[in-house]
């Protein structure tokens, strides 16, 4: 099992950005592809950018392509998800998640089936 603590939310205005960060534990983290999801009030958690365990390969969906930018450290089992450009409804409690399977080399499509492992979560708001 792997633990994740994310840190980065917090409050800031439409067109800022904000960079969070989700510290990994407990297994070795390059061997597991990483995620970022996202969860509004009434809606269910989504994707917003995944990574395989090199760190060769990216996914982001339609709403967050070319705005966010995730990317892992693995001498610092770390990984981070860059957000420029935000948006209002990019509100949401964000958390990040590891793998089920290891070495997982195609990230495209993820789901939230795909990951077994999750952090708390940490609040991004975004005022208009």
């Known amino acids: 099992q792997v633990q994740l603590v994310e840190s980065g939310g917090g409050l800031v205005q439409a067109g800022g950005s904000l960079r969070l960060s989700c510290a990994a534990s407990?297994?070795?983290?390059?061997?597991?592809?990483m995620g970022w999801f996202r969860q509004a009030p009434g809606k269910e958690r989504e994707v917003v950018a995944a990574i395989t365990y090199s760190g060769r390969n990216t996914y982001y969906p339609d709403s967050v392509k070319g705005r966010f930018t995730i990317f892992r450290d693995n001498a610092k089992n770390t990984v981070y998800l860059q957000m420029n450009s935000l948006k209002p409804e990019d509100t949401a409690v964000y958390y990040c998640a590891a793998d089920k399977r290891a070495l997982r080399a195609v990230v495209a499509g993820s789901k939230v089936g795909d990951f077994g492992s999750w952090g708390q979560g940490t609040q991004v708001t975004v005022s208009s």
């Open positions: 407990g297994r070795t983290f390059s061997n597991y592809a």
